[in-house]
Every structure is written in structure tokens, then in C-alpha cells.
């Protein structure tokens, strides 16, 4: 039976308080808080115990710190892919989701479907981003065919990377949470078609920390 392909779709640690529930995406290249850096610890803890073949990661910073304690822990370096930043949210860049109505007239728990509309001024749409998401992942699949591959990104691009992966539109995932330093693994079967299993879904290793 030829091994599947396991994707650890991995969210970045908690940013610094600051930018709790702020609209930062890919334009603030913020850091990681204190518990950020114990909840990156832990994840990396829980990687540790899988064979973890490649690492692929968005360059931003609150990514890489996230990233920082499994680094060592694969054969290679981990590959830095652009196409992995978080969205593009334009005009809402720096705003609380409290502010959101009052500033823009739009409630922020509706962010998937204004994204899929493309309805954030001078932001990113759902078409643009998942044309610089899909080429990675797609790239990551054929070259890593058969592995495990721990994907490092946004919570945004999770989302897309489900969307891509189970082929189902971008705002029903609005229905799941992506936390901070969370685990989704997806499972490609050759013996199946490559048909998606989603394995885990939201998996917190770090939910037991003081």
C-alpha cells in the first residue's frame, strides 16, 4: 500500500495582546506574546512525536517564532514560501473587530464571505489569494509526495488550504475555529484517488497549559 501524503496544517502561537482581535493579517508583521512562545513550545513538543519529513512556512514573523522550537527536528531546513503570508485585508488593516461596523458598516464574524466577495477595500479577494495559496500547496504535494509535511501558516490560509484540499467554497469555514498554534492534518490516499481525509481538526496540544 503506497503511504499517504500527511499535511500538518499548523496556525501560528498567540500574537502580542496588542493585536488580539485586531484585523492585522499580512501587512503588521507582529510577534509573538509570552504564551505564544509556550504555546509554540508545546507544538512543537506534540511534532516531535511524528515524523515530520519537510517543513514549509510563510515568512512572517509570528510564523517563524512559531516555528522556531521544532527547527532541528527535520533532516532539511524548513522552506520559506510567500505565497503562504496572511491575507491581504486593505482598508481594515489595524481596526478591532469591535470597530469593524462602526468604521465599515460590515460585522467582522462575516469576514470569509466579504473576502469570497471581495468586498474589502483594497484588500485581498477570495480569487487572489487562493492563486497564490494553491500553487504552494500543489507544490508541496507533488514534492513531497508520500511524506508528512508540517505546513506553517495563518489562520486565513488554513482556511483556503481546506477550501483547496476538500474542494468546498471558502465561507463555510467560518463554522470552524483555527486557534492559535492548532493542528489540522489532512490525509491524501493515492489508493483513493488522492481523496482528503481530514484527520484532525482544530487539535490544541498546548490546551493544558497553565
Avoid at 460590515?106 to 469570497?116: C, F, G, K, N, T
Amino acid at each position: 500500500m503506497t503511504a499517504p501524503t500527511r499535511l500538518f496544517l499548523l496556525r501560528h502561537a498567540e500574537v502580542e495582546t496588542r493585536y488580539h482581535r485586531v484585523f492585522g493579517g499580512g501587512r503588521i508583521d507582529m510577534e509573538l506574546s509570552p504564551r505564544g512562545h509556550e504555546q509554540a513550545l508545546a507544538l512543537a513538543t506534540w511534532l516531535r512525536r511524528h515524523q515530520v519529513d519537510a517543513v514549509v512556512a510563510s515568512p512572517m514573523k509570528r510564523v517563524q517564532q512559531t516555528l522556531a522550537p521544532l527547527d532541528g527536528h527535520c533532516a532539511t531546513p524548513h522552506h520559506v514560501a510567500e505565497g503562504l503570508r496572511e491575507v491581504d485585508f486593505g482598508d481594515w488593516t489595524g481596526f478591532g473587530w469591535a470597530d469593524l461596523k462602526a468604521k465599515f458598516g460590515v460585522s467582522a464574524y462575516d469576514w470569509l464571505d466579504h473576502l469570497e466577495a471581495g468586498a474589502i477595500p483594497n484588500g485581498e479577494s477570495a480569487a487572489t489569494l487562493r492563486a497564490r495559496v494553491e500553487p504552494c500547496v500543489r507544490e508541496i504535494i507533488r514534492t513531497h509526495h508520500g511524506r508528512n509535511v508540517a505546513v506553517y501558516c495563518h489562520g486565513g490560509v488554513v482556511r483556503m488550504l481546506l477550501s483547496i484540499l476538500l474542494e468546498l467554497p471558502l465561507p463555510k469555514f467560518s463554522a470552524f475555529d483555527i486557534d492559535y498554534a492548532s493542528v489540522t492534518q489532512v490525509e491524501l490516499h493515492p489508493e483513493k484517488g488522492h481523496k482528503p481525509e481530514v484527520r484532525l481538526l482544530n487539535f490544541t496540544p498546548w490546551r493544558d497549559l497553565s
